[in-house]
């Protein structure tokens, strides 16, 4: 009994996966120009997003780069290390 529950629920999974995906391309495919206001609105969403993403992802590389240095350091310390273990024996 248990096993036909979650054939329903593959079953019932698989058909939505198809509706939706069918639902996109629909409305992929039904337009060819964007009309005015809509046009205005995504190039308002594409400023206001190019205003916050340059220093969101300057202070994100910052912090990745930091966080690559310091595992640097901590790499070079254990290769000093292995070293001198293995130049003393």
Known sequence: MPQFFLNKRLIILLISIIVLVALVGYSLSGKSKASWPEQFVK????????????????????????????????ENEHLKKTFRRIGTT
């Open 43 to 74: 190039d308002v969403a594409g400023f206001g997003e190019n205003i916050v993403s340059k220093p969101v992802g300057f202070v994100a590389s910052f912090f990745d780069n930091a966080k690559d240095l310091k595992n640097t350091y901590t």
